[in-house]
């Protein structure tokens, strides 16, 4: 294919067959990639299929072992980032690169040649938050990076780059790190940043949101260009994904009915707290059954990370947690793996995998004491690498050998490594916390039929997702956290979208008349953040009839707004992202708007969907 | 004029196995050129100064007896803390886990726990090498239980215990035990020797006046062992694993916290048997100096063998001969430099393994 339009504007960036080869994949097989002056260009691709390599060839951190880059019509060769910023392109990598205890400002100074000794921080303040306006970007220059939330701080790095005289800007899958409110900010700042000449290149694997930003787009599979330069309009959501994956997604999974069979779990008045020793469980209560899968639905930070943790035996708790008749409360991690309890975690690289060992070292984890790994206080790695060899076939894990390191694996491939480890022990009990998150429409297909093959199987399963749409799909039953409490749990044939996204947002209580106070609050936090919720919704009335910002800021622990930065559209919009913090529920306070928030997915898909 | 550059680029290709033999030894070379030019500079002549080195101490089997004698005590050492720092461990404790070793088995000939006359030779030596990997797997305890519990950095504590053992063995060679208000005790008794190579002239005369002794055999049976122990064994994949992402070891359901102390109890008490058979094999007493800072060279040793057991036979043998050549260069502080030369230059050849380099003309850029 080649370009379709014909045009006699100087492409901004022009990539031309692109050849990157890693030990055993081909990264990038003659990739061509082209970016016109103030258009938005996105990448879609499964993990691992050459986008990020790609991208990172245009800002000089890899080198092509063949074709050619011209920027604005000249040809160049880079040979580290650097050359590539002196050129005006610019990266927002997914994990920022940002000093927590220095303020916005000092961030985008680092590293620049002026200011050279003294620094006149006031007067760069003031160029920064110019900058900040002229992009319409909010963000108070003063204050400092670990003050501010992750979306937040992503615009500190397009603020980076921006003062760097960037024209070119890539971003790589930034709103995996975003609530879906912080998302639509972001996509409304990159499309003003366009329609004022710079040109972007987006890179995503979510389908939704490149309908939504983009207006080219290209495609890569295994290091190749399946469509490249196509009108964003002319795709249909199933198209993408089949150009994605090379085949027919299947947006609806089948599900076989079946009845739930013995208890299989039970929890009993649990509580914790969090690691800023606040209640983070209080009494929660529930069982799941064999063949059962059991999805807890609520906006992240209620509780559902320290529930996971302390079935799995991560963290202290009170009450009691029964699996078959055997209590796992304050029982070591090893007591639960060997009473057939297997666990996905939410952090696939910090806590799911060794990053630099191999995959047999990974694979073995959970059973090198196990026969016939364990030979009395010998490890056998031959059985070891027989046992990973079988795996890596069953599980189809994309790796050159058995003894690659664990880091070099795409995320797809290193969350197929996890599920191949914790699934082949064919566990009583499965907790998967976020099984699919940050994976491509293909990995996610893939991961969720291996826990429909489990559920068949009889094993009982407790799903954690913020995705509802996974949970109402998946899910026999779905329980709602919402600040460490059970709100409810409902039934398949009762699930209803709006329901559970009232749950979710703490709103169900007023509305459902019979809800009694929770008995025990634990101490000041609870009856304060009670509080607090009262004169919200009191606010919240108020709000109806007349704009009054004022009780905003008590809710909020840091508010640098006062400066610099002007808010404009919505006075308490900005701070939600912090949702993870539990402190920063309150700002939650129009039910509205994290209604859409919750659910926003949801709302935008139904017209096309159904 | 255009000088050409470095450009550092990640290497995007699986490294060959020789690579980092390659690079490790060549390190090694380009610390004893570097160190040349400055002998050069000083107005010595190197390669002279490299000859007489290699003479005193591989020059005959007497003088390479004398290597092994340095040898022993940095095997053990280095081999305790390669241990050690594959689980990320930072013991730099070992001088003075080793000084409490020899304290412990210095207290059965001085106290004395049993009677010299009479115990067999084999029963006391026994003792004391039993004692002094106690002492030091005891003291290595300490940081080892303050980590474990209290998350209290090691590098601290075993850096500041490392004081408190010497002057702990001064009060006593200083006072009680002090041989005619000499600081140290007296001389052992034969009986407390280990046994030496020169104690079997008699009957094969070629060993006569070599005071090489059985503590190097310990050290080569410690060396197997801790091979087999990290590579072999399922603690090994413990310890390997808890190095690598103590998170996903915890998520794999291994006791952090007695692996800790488990494993600083065994780097402490390779470093005590260390100090046993320095007291018990060289020195056949306790005294002020009997470390030449050997804890701290042990850090060095395991970290230039990148922590494979059998690397640091070879790096702590390197590194005795660079001490028994000391006593005969003037100034002694030439092997000090080399050491410190060849320390900075292996770690900073890991570069190459992480990142190919390509010189660049500053003209190309702009082509």
Redesign the interface.
């Known amino acids: 294919m080649t370009l379709p339009e014909q045009t006699s504007v100087v492409p901004a960036v022009e990539m031309q067959d692109i050849v ?4 055993g994949v081909l990264a990038n097989d003659h990739v061509n990639f082209t970016l016109l002056p103030g258009e938005i260009h996105a990448l879609l691709g499964e993990n691992g299929a050459g986008k990020s390599t790609l991208m990172n060839v245009l800002i000089g ?3 092509p072992q063949s074709g050619s880059i011209r920027i604005n019509g000249e ?1 160049v ?1 880079f ?2 980032p650097k ?1 590539a910023i002196a050129r005006g392109i610019g990266m927002v990598h997914q994990h920022f690169m940002l000093v927590e205890n220095q303020t916005v400002t000092e961030n985008i100074l680092i590293g620049l040649d002026e200011p050279r000794f003294r620094l006149n921080l006031k007067k760069y303040d003031h160029e920064v938050s110019q900058l900040a306006e002229q992009y319409g970007i909010h963000i108070d220059p003063t204050s400092k990076i670990w003050q501010l939330s992750v979306g937040e701080q992503q615009r500190v790095e397009i603020l980076k780059i921006l003062y760097r005289g960037a024209n070119i800007l890539i971003m790589d899958e930034p709103t995996a790190v975003l609530a879906p409110q912080e998302a639509d900010e972001l996509i409304a700042t990159l499309k003003g940043m366009a329609a004022q000449g710079k040109s972007i290149a987006f890179i995503s694997h979510k389908l939704h949101e490149v309908k939504q930003v983009a207006d080219k787009l290209s495609i890569l599979r295994h290091g190749k260009m399946t469509a490249e330069r196509v009108d964003v309009r002319d795709m249909t959501r199933e198209s993408l994904a089949s150009l994605m994956v090379g085949r027919e997604v299947i947006f609806n999974l089948h599900k076989c009915q079946q009845e739930a069979g013995r208890e299989v779990l039970r929890l009993e008045k649990v509580s914790a707290v969090n690691n800023k020793n606040l209640p983070a469980l209080r009494e929660v209560s529930l069982d799941l059954h064999q063949g059962e899968i059991l999805g807890i639905a609520g906006v992240a930070g209620n509780g559902q990370s320290e529930l996971v943790e302390v079935i ?3 963290r202290a708790c009170t009450g009691s947690i029964w699996l078959d008749g055997k209590d796992l409360a304050n029982k ?7 009473q057939g309890l297997a ?1 996905i ?1 939410e ?1 696939r690289i ?8 191999s995959l047999t ?1 990974n694979i ?3 059973r ?2 196990q026969e016939p790994i ?1 030979k009395k ?3 056998d ?1 031959v059985a070891a690498d027989d046992l990973t060899h079988r795996l890596k076939g069953e599980y189809d894990i994309q790796a ?1 050998d058995i003894k690659t390191q664990a880091r070099k694996l795409s995320g797809g491939n290193l969350q197929k490594l996890i599920l191949a480890r914790e699934l082949s022990s064919t566990p009583r009990l499965l907790v998967a916390m976020q099984p699919t998150r940050g994976l491509d429409v293909g990995a996610i297909e893939g991961v969720q039929q291996l826990l429909l093959r489990q559920r068949e199987q009889g094993c009982a399963i407790l799903l954690v997702s913020e995705d509802l749409d996974e949970l109402l799909s998946l899910s026999d039953r779905i329980a709602v956290m919402y600040e460490g409490e059970i709100v409810d749990t409902l039934c398949s044939e009762d699930f209803d979208i709006n329901t559970i996204g009232l749950m979710m947002t703490g709103s169900w209580k007023e509305e459902d008349a019979e809800a009694p106070e929770a008995p025990l609050r634990a101490g000041e936090t609870a009856s304060s953040f009670d509080e607090t919720l009262r004169s919200l919704d009191e606010f919240e009335q108020r709000k109806a009839s007349e704009n009054a910002p004022e009780a905003v800021p008590e809710a909020q622990p840091i508010a640098p707004e006062e400066t610099g930065a002007v808010e404009t559209a919505q006075p308490a919009a900005p701070r939600d992202e912090t949702l993870a913090e539990p402190d920063f529920i309150p700002g939650e306070s129009e039910k509205e708007r994290v209604l859409r928030k919750v659910l926003g997915k949801k709302y935008d898909r139904q017209g096309g969907q159904e | 004029m255009r000088i050409p550059y470095p ?4 290497r ?3 490294n060959p196995k020789w690579l980092p033999v390659v690079t490790s030894v060549g390190a090694v070379l380009l610390a004893f050129l570097i160190s040349g030019i400055i002998l050069k500079l000083i107005g010595a002549n190197p390669i002279k100064v490299y000859s007489y080195f290699l003479k005193a101490s591989f020059g005959s089997w007497g003088a390479f007896s004398d290597v092994l004698v340095k040898a022993t005590p940095l095997l053990l050492i280095g081999l305790g803390c390669a241990l050690a720092f594959q689980m990320r461990l930072w013991n730099i404790g070992a001088e003075g886990q080793f000084f409490i070793g020899a304290f412990m088995a210095t207290m059965v000939v001085t106290v004395p726990l049993v009677n010299l006359e009479t115990t067999p030779k084999a029963l006391i030596l026994t003792l004391m090498a039993v004692l002094g990997m106690i002492g030091g797997a005891l003291y290595a305890f300490i940081p080892g239980f303050l980590k474990a519990k209290l998350n209290i950095n090691e590098i601290i504590t075993t850096l500041m215990l490392n004081y408190i053992a010497v002057l702990w063995n001064n009060y006593w060679i200083f006072g009680k035990w002090s041989d005619a208000g000499f600081q140290m005790t007296r001389t052992f008794p034969k009986q407390a020797w280990l046994p030496r190579l020169a104690d079997y002239a008699a009957k094969v005369p070629a060993f006569s006046g070599m005071t090489a002794h059985i503590g190097i055999l310990f050290g080569l049976i410690a060396a197997l062992i801790i091979y087999l122990i990290i590579y ?7 310890i ?2 808890i190095g ?2 103590v ?9 952090i916290a007695a692996n800790t102390i488990l494993v600083f109890m065994v780097s402490g008490a390779l470093a005590g048997l260390a100090g046993m058979t320095e007291v018990a094999g060289t020195v056949h007493r306790l005294q002020e100096r009997i470390s030449t800072s050997y804890g701290f060279s042990g850090v060095i040793v395991a970290w230039l063998a990148k922590l494979n057991p059998f690397a640091v036979i070879a790096v702590s043998i390197l590194f005795g001969a660079l001490l028994v050549a000391s006593r005969e260069i003037q100034p002694s502080g030439i092997s000090f430099l080399i050491q410190g030369i060849t320390l900075f230059l292996v770690i900073s050849s890991d570069v190459l393994l992480k990142y190919e380099i ?1 010189w ?1 003309r500053p003209k ?2 702009h ?1």
């Open positions: 990157l080869q890693f030990p951190l890899y080198k040809k060769t040979n580290s050359e799995t035996g991560l070591p991690p090893s007591f639960s793996i060997s666990h975690p952090d910090g806590v799911g995998s060794a990053p630099n060992l070292s073995i984890m959970k090198y004491d364990s206080w010998q490890l790695y050159p | 450009v550092f680029t990640k995007t290709t699986e072999k064994s399922k603690w090994g994949y413990k390997t694993l690598d992402n998170r996903a070891a915890r998520y794999a359901g291994i006791n390509t660049v190309e850029e082509a």
